[in-house]
């Protein structure tokens, strides 16, 4: 299979320590491309590094709507200055998150929207985070959409079919984890089954969110290739066809990779 996992945290503790490791077995895995995700400034150049030293990896800049409160001065120019850097192929992960509400929520969104005007400047790919938040997530993504067109992608998607429904129609992609593997996830099930093949991407979140067969270990890029079998057997697909649909639409997306 020829595999793109489209969301990893491939500095983050668990993969950090062993990256050249991970990346091997990512490798023989079938995987061919890893946007490695950031979600915290301090973060940003050092996910940058694992992008420039990789040639399979690309990097994002971006705040997560937990770390809102810590960076009110990260605003549209300065994730546009940094999304220069021609490994930088998307903006976030930002969003928002009412399920821990780690941060104000009023920071949380002026914090979207601050990323979202970088996306619309750059024309970079949105990567969004949204948990609990559905109608505030898709207010605002309607919202900022009528004042210029912008690429995205719901990040490990778990919301509703309605939601996705919505994010379809402002032409974004939707991203599938290991989630979709979990026993107690029937209504994601459902959803991802109906998903146009032509939108769909698929993540690991690594190191989250193991899928079966692997629950309860670390994640890693190389179980994207479990989550695309399930993802294939549940839609009624080749496995090797999803994954290179799949690998095609993240290259489509993220088309800053292809430079």
Known sequence: MNLADSHCHLIYKGLGEQQPEVLARAREAGVVAMLNISTREREWDEVIAVAEREADVWASVGIHP?????????????????????????????????YYDHSDRDRQRASFRAHIAACRETQLPLIVHTRDAEADTAEILRDEMGKGAFPGVIH??????????????????????????????KDLQDTAAQLPLDRLLIETDAPFLAPVPHRGKTGEPAFV?????????????????????????FHRLFSKTLG
Not at 68 to 94: F, M, N, Q, S, Y
Not at 161 to 183: C, D, H, P, Q
Not at 232 to 237: F, H, P
Not at 238 to 249: K, Y
Request: glycine share 8%; hydrophobic share 40%.
């Open 225 to 249: 290739a479990d989550t695309c079998r399930f993802l294939a057997q549940l839609r009624g697909e080749d496995p090797e066809a999803l994954a290179e649909a799949t690998r095609a639409n």
């Open 66 to 98: 937990h770390e809102a409160d810590e960076h009110p001065d990260v605003d549209a120019a300065k994730l546009v200055e940094k999304a220069r850097h021609p490994r930088v192929v998307g903006i976030g992960e930002t969003g928002l998150d009412y």
């Open 156 to 185: 490990c998607f778990t919301a509703s079919r309605e939601f996705s429904e919505i994010a379809l129609g402002l032409g974004f992609y939707i991203s599938i984890s290991g989630i979709v593997t979990f026993k107690n996830a």
